[in-house]
Nanobody, 124 residues
Framework: QVRLVESGGGLVQAGGSLRLSCATS????????MGWFRQAPGKEREFVAT????????YYADSVKGRFTISRDNAKNTVYLQMNSLKPEDAAVYYC?????????????????WGQGTQVTVSS
């Protein structure tokens, strides 16, 4: 059974930074793409970033491009999301997800395992 555990969320002032981590177990981590999604209160879950199995290909939502960086350490079975220049509109529960295959996707349906989420709060 695949298990994903996020950490690193918290409260930060606008303009600040946070680094989220997602530790995985239960499958060959290096064979699958990983993604980050977020969901704010009253809104649908939205795509944030994705990274291919090797880490060589990444893709970002326009809203976070240039501010967020997704990376992975296949030796540690962990994916990261470095978030800089945070804005109040970035506040949400952030979820990591494991893809169905080696290449990333912006579609939630292309991920088959999800973490429990970690809360990010940005004060203005």
């Amino acid at each position: 059974q695949v298990r994903l555990v996020e950490s690193g969320g918290g409260l930060v002032q606008a303009g600040g930074s946070l680094r989220l981590s997602c530790a995985t177990s239960g499958r060959t981590f290096s064979s699958y793409a990983m993604g980050w999604f977020r969901q704010a209160p009253g809104k649908e879950r939205e795509f944030v970033a994705t990274i291919a199995w090797s880490g060589g290909n990444t893709y970002y939502a326009d809203s976070v491009k240039g501010r967020f960086t997704i990376s992975r350490d296949n030796a540690k079975n962990t994916v990261y999301l470095q978030m800089n220049s945070l804005k109040p509109e970035d506040a949400a529960v952030y979820y990591c997800a494991s893809g169905r295959g080696p290449y990333g996707s912006t579609w939630a349906r292309n991920y088959d395992s999800w973490g429990q989420g970690t809360q990010v709060t940005v004060s203005s």
